[in-house]
């Protein structure tokens, strides 16, 4: 059933982080709401909205590293990881 999707134990890892993540966002939802704020981005944003952004970002940036450069995945993980960190602080 399952066959079609090369399911190797990074993929597994990046999909039980994306899981785990939304549980947390869920919890955190529940016991520490937080009321949206406006930033960088000119919306009102709350934790989900602004990670969403963060994962959006982070394809972007490996899809163009991968389209001209191709090089070591390293970089791109770093730059996705400051991007992630600025949606948090500034949007």
Do not use: C, E, H, N
């Not at 970089?75 to 949007?91: D, E, N, Q, R």
């Amino acid at each position: 059933m399952l066959a079609w999707m090369a399911w190797t134990w990074q993929t597994a890892l990046f999909f039980a982080f994306i899981g785990l993540a939304l549980v947390i966002l869920t919890l955190l939802a529940i016991f520490r709401p937080q009321p949206p704020r406006q930033g960088i981005l000119g919306f009102p944003t709350q934790r989900g909205d602004r990670f969403f952004v963060s994962l959006i970002g982070a394809a972007f940036i490996f899809i163009l590293w991968m389209r001209f450069d191709g090089g070591a995945l390293w970089y791109p993980l770093a730059l996705s990881f400051l991007f992630g960190a600025a949606m948090f602080k500034f949007a």
